[in-house]
Nanobody, 118 residues
């Protein structure tokens, strides 16, 4: 079993930055790929970014490419999402997720709210 706890959300203005953190427990984080997803009110949850077990490989949604950076420190069992040049359309609940094998993410955090005002 893996537990994921997100933190770092908040209310910011357009153009500001935020860094989200996701702390994993229950299993060594280097055992799984990690990802960030988000869900805005009335919308389906959407993919934001993923990072491989070693951190060597990352993938981003087109909507955040060049503005967001996913990273991880396995020694701290933590994954981060650095969000720069935030836009109002980035407003959503952001979720951290983990998967042991390629495919569906098996474990999810409770989410952290990010609100970007114009």
């Amino acid at each position: 079993q893996v537990q994921l706890v997100e933190s770092g959300g908040g209310l910011v203005q357009a153009g500001d930055s935020l860094r989200l953190s996701c702390a994993a427990s229950g299993r060594t984080s280097s055992s799984f790929d990690m990802g960030w997803f988000r869900q805005a009110p009335g919308n389906r949850r959407e993919f934001v970014a993923t990072i491989s077990k070693s951190g060597a490989s990352t993938v981003y949604a087109d909507s955040v490419k060049g503005r967001f950076t996913i990273s991880r420190i396995n020694a701290k069992n933590t994954v981060y999402l650095q969000m720069n040049s935030l836009k109002p359309e980035d407003t959503a609940v952001y979720y951290c997720a983990a998967r042991i094998v390629p495919g569906t993410f098996d474990y999810w955090g409770q989410g952290t709210q990010v609100t970007v005002s114009s």
